[in-house]
């Protein structure tokens, strides 16, 4: 086996730099900004990535709460919540945990959240803005969280190159793959998207200078899939339980450091830029004035 020549391009020290930037800000103009997570009976990978939120917005200045309903509540009481909370005028930011209780029209409940308030890109006018280039505070985390990975590394930089998305999520696929096409959004790459529907999904991946995959699919991308020194950023996540506590890993299989030029860790890459990310939209709902768009 090859000895792993992959730099990594580590999330901590971009999630760092942004983390600092939210929380120097909130102290000088003395705001707390309040972000509300609608939960709908909860399992417990969804309260442990809360719970990983709230940490985060107290060391930060900013208030993280939980609205619960319970598990049986119905389509009308979930939009009726999610209206009452985005009339608030103390709740900055909102967001919803999904996946809903089956029979939900999660559209529905998406449309209830005032495009101010939706931090985590999740309404039809955030990702209007997202997909025709324009800048705003409301691009989904994620998507968002791979632009900034891409950009602060300048070997890593789409401009002119092409790229490669795996995956069409709205949450991450689409998005991403618009903002890398975009001359606005720091993007101006030339993208290619690949999904279940993809004759020859390898063919393409193995023409791309940057190659980001978001497919949910562990260890999907194979050594060979992968262009000698290409970009690869790495945005699935998969938790599994083992004997002394829990191992995580991504869509990209450990073999890929060994072609490619740079690659995001998993964990240590996307995860904390998407979180770091977050607390810059709530905090930047609160003070719309002091947050320029980053892309």
């Known amino acids: 086996m090859a000895e792993p020549s992959a730099n990594l391009l580590r999330g901590a020290p971009i999630a760092a730099a942004i983390r600092a930037s939210v929380s120097d800000a909130l102290k000088q103009h003395g705001v707390v900004p309040h972000l509300v997570n609608v939960i709908v009976g909860g399992d417990e990978t969804s309260l442990s990535y809360l719970g990983a939120i709230d940490k985060l917005a107290g060391k930060l200045g900013l208030l993280s709460s939980r609205h619960v309903l319970p598990a049986d509540a119905d389509e009308d009481a979930i939009v009726a919540a999610v209206e009452g909370l985005g009339a608030d005028p103390g709740v900055h930011g909102l967001m919803i945990q999904f996946p809903l209780p089956r029979g939900v029209d999660a559209r529905r409940v998406a449309r209830a959240v005032p495009p101010l308030k939706d931090v985590d890109g999740l309404t039809i006018e955030s990702l209007g803005a997202c997909f025709s280039g324009e800048t705003r505070h409301t691009a989904p985390a994620t998507a968002a969280a791979v632009i900034e990975l891409l950009l602060s590394e300048p070997a890593c930089d789409p401009a002119g190159k092409e790229v490669c998305v795996i995956g069409r999520s709205l949450v991450v696929g689409r998005p991403v793959a618009a903002m890398l096409a975009s001359s ?112």
């Open 184 to 295: 606005a959004q720091g993007g101006n790459a030339t993208v290619s998207m690949c999904h279940r529907g993809t004759a020859d999904t390898p063919a393409h991946a193995r023409r791309a200078d940057i190659l980001v995959v978001a497919a949910g699919v562990k260890h999907l991308v194979q050594r060979d899939w992968v262009k000698p020194g290409a970009v690869v950023v790495d945005v699935g996540t998969h938790a599994e339980p083992t004997d002394t506590g829990w191992t995580v890993s991504g869509d990209v299989h450990p073999d890929v450091a060994e072609v490619a030029g740079w690659l995001t860790p998993v964990p240590g890459g996307v995860g904390p830029v998407t979180n770091a990310v977050l607390m810059r939209h709530v905090a930047a709902a609160a003070l719309p004035d002091v947050f320029e768009p980053a892309w």
